[in-house]
């Protein structure tokens, strides 16, 4: 069996949900804390054996690509003023991993932007990793576990959780059977159905491993919800000729691109630092007091 190497974080989304900072910013660089959401997507599928990623971008994208680059002048400065914490972490950040980059020319949804990644893929299995789903298992990333499942059963895994009913129509629904504790089997798939049509609340939430007859899928796949060509509907497609498994990952998940989980997730992030979370958590009791 190929073993997954490669990830592929879909990155070309204009980002509406967070204008007016989207304007000019890239979504995946607005940061939780101090470190840009793409880049716990980055060091999670690093935590997980990836070893080349490929981010694909749209305009406007740039700064994406300059923060996973050398940064000449800044690395210069602050060897100077031996700011050496500092400067390993910048260094580190365009160490970490092979990044490359494609540009998705017109946006025609989840799945054309996939269909980018048929030449870097190259045959080989892919995990499809979306930024505005941060995932945090410290015992072992979301992606590992997948990728571990994947090795166990060799067919594509879509990485599930159970969401709460009234937002399915937010999510790609999976109908399966149950083949093992937090694995099923998938029977169909459903992408962003109405509270009453969804068959199921097991919803995908931003992390896949898929095998490379993804990309002839998509090639058939037309237009689905929202008018957009979905990952959803291909991977029903591939569902139709060979096994497709739902694995109930372990971890923490938040919604990042939303502002409700982009703040849920700021504010739990400060308290797992350890440079932060005396004096955060202080402050926090204080205004809990006065609210
Ligand atoms: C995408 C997918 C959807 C998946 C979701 C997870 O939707 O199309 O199937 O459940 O990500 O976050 P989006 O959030 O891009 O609308």
Redesign the pocket.
Known sequence: MRKVTKAVIPAA?FGTRFLPATKAVPKEMIPIVDTPTIQYIVEEAVNSGIKDILIITGRGKDAIMNHFDNSFELETVLERENKTELLKAVREVSQMVDVHFIRQKEQK???HAVSYAKQFAAGEPIAVM?G??VVVNDKKPCLKQMIDKYEELGGSILGVQTVDHSQVS????VDGEKISDRTYKVNS?V??PRPEDAPTDV????RYIITPGIFECLERTPKG??G?I???DALFLLAEHEPVYAYDFEGKRY?V?NKMGFLQATVEFALRREDLRDEFSEYLKNLNAQL
């Open positions: 989304g949804g989840l799945g979306l505005d789903d937010k999510y790609g629904i798939l992408e962003k919803a995908i939430l931003g919800a929202g957009e979905q990952l959803t919604d691109g």
